[in-house]
């Protein structure tokens, strides 16, 4: 599997929106790819609390985050006074952003941990902050040399796979090509969260079982 990872020699602890809890689940191998991660995992409590609704706990988001904590796999974390402020800031202030992706940075901002966050919005305001740092994205998790050493390839790309096609993963535009070559064009077709889906997919005349991976250049000239 051949797909970058900005974690690579990262070793401050890593702290997770929900979205990106979401896209783990909806892979089907969170557990194992958070495992491998050598990086501690923190998940701020807010957005705990965003996965205790109805449909995440019908769906089992809130399930498998319990056993992430439980496994110590992940902690909890609680908002000092000072994280409240730039909380505050971040969700009374233009453009604001919600709760889970405001408490994930502003940990991340005051303890110098690293967050990971996928949502546009969420990224610049959290770039902004960190300023000499850059935000992780949920793929960065799943291209991770380690947890590729984990799962294997097939089970990796897989992973990638239905954390598109379930979890609407969003990754990052230049990232696209690449994605879709791993997973392959016919898959990429059920993923409309990737970068310039209707550009490259919509309206392209060709059967799905027909075209392979190596015809993604044609796919993208013959729309």
Known sequence: ???????????????????VLINLHACKYGERILSAIPNDVVVPEIVAGELEHETSRRNGEHRFLHGLVTGGIVTLATMTDA????????????????????A???????????????????????????????????????????????????????????????GRMRIPSESGDGVIALI????SLDCTCLPGYRERFVNVHYSATAIG???IANVQTNE
């Open 83 to 102: 994280e409240y402020e730039i909380f505050h800031e971040l969700t009374s202030t233009s453009p604001s952003l919600d709760d889970g992706e405001a």
């Open 1 to 19: 599997m051949s797909c970058s990872s900005s974690l690579v020699d990262f070793a401050d602890p890593l702290v997770l929106d929900a979205s």
């Open 104 to 166: 994930t940075i502003a940990i991340a901002t005051a303890r110098h941990f690293l967050p990971v966050v996928d949502e546009r919005r969420g990224r610049s305001r959290a770039s902004a902050l960190m300023k000499a740092r850059t935000p992780g994205w949920s793929l960065d998790l799943f291209c991770h040399p380690a947890v590729i050493a984990v799962l294997g390839d097939q089970p990796a790309v897989e992973a990638l796979y239905l954390a598109l096609r379930h």
């Open 184 to 187: 392959g064009v016919e898959r």
């Open 213 to 215: 991976s190596a015809d």
